[in-house]
């Protein structure tokens, strides 16, 4: 785990008591209802208790899953790892995933953010491309698509939790949820230079990504951008079992990925798909149509970057 993470933790521990809180949301479909089974499992957890994990993951998946009209139809066992928190394209004796958490102790912020991000890589096909010749040139898409999620479901657990946690005393937990979460987005390493369009920014970048899709600061740029749109229609985390569908996908260019992102979604999220193209090419005219009051990339540029460790499964070419 790196160094700033580890100070954010500390930080977050002593001020989350006054931290305000946004509106709760709606209460989410239980993804253990759904049929999700998630077994953590072994030793190196320190104080927390394997079932008090248990119910902080679960509560990660209800916040990205309920939408899902695809569930994981084996379990997902976690253990606990020193190393990098990764999600591991070898499955299980039964063909469990297999995720690994460097999450300790009763640091519940620092589960909800890791699982998330490894939770997205699952529910996005990031099985697909495993192969010996594995590089996949839009993987860094997949990795800002992931820290998007850990975002997104540290504020709406901050929120939720307040609200109606998952036994009485996790409610003290709903403002070091939110203090992370502050610390994260408004670092400033996230911010688009300014008067610099998404479109320009990913001309300069966009070669050293396709090659190193774990350039952290630089994927935290976008998914601070993404963020408002998920936020706006949280249902379109749905749109995530439509990514990584196609053999193409590993070597094409950006924008033929997101548009055959596009086409495989159905109707009901193409309007949302059209609006992160829009995103990036904002300028120009051939994209998809988006809907009205689309996001301009000037006015989602919100600060903040976060300091967290490098998640990725570990035979990615790095």
Known sequence: MRLPLIIASILCTRVYSTVSHATPPEKKVSSRKLGLNIQVKGDGWGKAARANIETVLYAVADELMSQLSRKPSVPIVVTHTRRNPVVLYDRGPNGEYLVQLHASDENWHLYVYEFAHELCHILSNYEEYSGEDNARYNQWFEETLCETASLFTL????????????????????????????????????????????????????????????????????ANLLLPLFERDPENWAT????????????SNLRDYLHRWYGNAPTAHKAFIADILTLFWWRERNTPASPPNAGDPQQLAAAGPSPRPEIAPPTRKQ
Do not use: C, M, T
Not at 202 to 214: V, W
């Open 155 to 222: 504020k709406k657990l901050a929120a939720s939790w307040k609200a109606s946690p998952p036994a009485p005393e996790w409610s003290a937990q709903a403002g070091r949820l939110q203090a992370f979460y502050d610390l994260l987005i408004d670092e400033g390493h996230r911010r688009l230079p300014a008067h610099s369009p998404l479109a320009v920014w990913l001309g300069e970048n966009e070669e050293a990504l396709r090659h190193n899709p774990y350039l952290r600061q630089k994927n935290e740029v976008v």
């Open 240 to 251: 995530l079992s439509y990514l990584n569908l196609d053999p193409a996908d590993a070597r």
